[in-house]
Each structure stands twice: as C-alpha cells, then as structure tokens.
C-alpha cells in the first residue's frame, strides 16, 4: 500500500518562500513519477509540477515556472518543492501524489496534503 | 477549449443511477480519470484510462466515452458516493494537466 506524507506547510508573508517535503512508502520510489498537486479553497485540483523518476523530465504549471523548483532524494524516498516569491494566489493545500501516464494522466495515490497560507 | 467542463452539482436518489459528464479540452485524444473527493479529505482516483477502476473501488462506479463525452456512472448509488467528483485529462501539449472544475454529488 502506498503512503505518502507531507510536510513543510505553514503561514507565509507575500514575497515569502516555501519548503515542502514528501515522504513516499509501498512503491518503487525510484522508478515512479512524483507530482506536487494544489487546491485552493472552493476550487479543483491543479497539477503545479512533476518529476520523473530519474529527475530528467520536469514540468512546472505556467504560474509557478520560474518561482517553484521540484526535485527529488531517490536515496530517501522523498520529493521537494521549493518555492519562492509567494503570493496569496499560492494559498492551498499542497498534496504529493504518485503519477502514471497510460495514453492520459492519472494521479494513483495521494497524500493527505500540507496547507500553505500566503499572508500578511 | 482549454477547459474541462462538469455539472456543478448533481443529486441522486438512493439506489438509483447517476452519470457525471466531462466535457472539452482533449477528451478525444487521451483517456480521462476520475477522482473522488470527500470534504476535508484528499482526492480518490476512481477511474483511470477512462474506464479502468483502481483496485478497491466498488464496480458500481463505470467510465464510458461517447463521441468527445466522458462520464462517469454510479450504478446504484450509496450514501457514501456523496461528494464531489474531478475529471482530469492531458491538455493538447500532452504534458500539462487539466482537472474540471467539479461536481457535487448529494445522495438523497
């Protein structure tokens, strides 16, 4: 069974920059993609960035490009998202889930996700 | 389009059948997945491959897609399918992921 959990979130003034963790269990970590995957509140889910297992093939969503950089430990089976000059746009629960591409995209596990409150 | 387009809500009768639709962005070149999402808790995959059910999700959840129409069907619906329903898909670059904007189910 897959676990993944979270970690890193908490309150941030704008301009403030974020460090998330993800701890992955039940899988083999080096061989999976690894996606960081945001909610804001009222709203779905959108995709901000994955990383294959290798780390060769990165993806940021277009608002965060430039600002956010995920990467990963496949030694520790963990995943990272850096982000810097937040906004209270950034203001979310942050969730880690597993990625599989099978002729479309599908988000398999999750984690139970970390809140991030960008505020004055 | 670029966007992916759900009922915003929906409501079912128990025991009775409902079928969530998506529509738009890329449906007709990749497949499409379904996640279930409970209030305050992580999203589900339901459907994957638009008709592929992850082990342990009930068979009377069902994927179909007819002419650039997805859906997802609850086939007798219980009080515990009572939350809100995302489809996702590739956008047209294949590498960028688009999430409808949601369906709340209520299980009369």
């Known amino acids: 069974q897959v676990q993944l959990e979270e970690s890193g979130g908490g309150f941030v003034k704008p301009g403030g920059s974020l460090r998330l963790a993800c701890v992955a269990s039940g899988l083999v970590f080096r061989e999976s993609y690894m996606a960081w995957v945001r909610q804001s509140a009222g709203r779905g889910p959108e995709c901000i960035s994955y990383?294959?297992?290798?780390?060769?093939?990165?993806y940021y969503r277009e608002s965060v490009k430039g600002r956010f950089t995920i990467s990963r430990d496949n030694t520790n089976d963990s995943v990272f998202l850096e982000g810097s000059d937040l906004t209270v746009e950034d203001t979310a629960i942050y969730y880690c889930?597993?990625?599989?591409?099978?002729?479309?995209?599908?988000?398999?596990?999750w984690g139970q996700g970390t809140v991030v409150n960008v505020s004055s | 389009s670029a966007e992916l387009t759900q009922e915003s809500s929906l409501s079912v009768a128990l025991g009775q059948t409902v079928s969530i639709t998506c529509q738009g962005g890329t449906l007709r070149d990749y497949f499409t997945s379904w996640y279930q999402q409970r209030p305050g808790q992580a999203p589900v995959l339901v459907m994957y491959?638009?008709?592929r059910r992850p082990s342990g999700i009930p068979d009377r959840f069902s994927g179909a897609s007819v002419g650039g129409i997805v859906s997802l069907t609850i086939t007798a619906a219980q009080v515990e399918d009572e939350a809100e329903y995302f489809c996702s898909s590739p956008d047209k670059s294949g590498n960028s992921v688009l999430f409808g904007g949601g369906t709340k189910l209520t299980v009369l």
């Open positions: 491959g638009t008709k």
């Open positions: 990383i294959s297992g290798n780390g060769e093939d990165i």
């Open positions: 889930a597993t990625v599989k591409w099978e002729g479309g995209v599908s988000f398999h596990s």
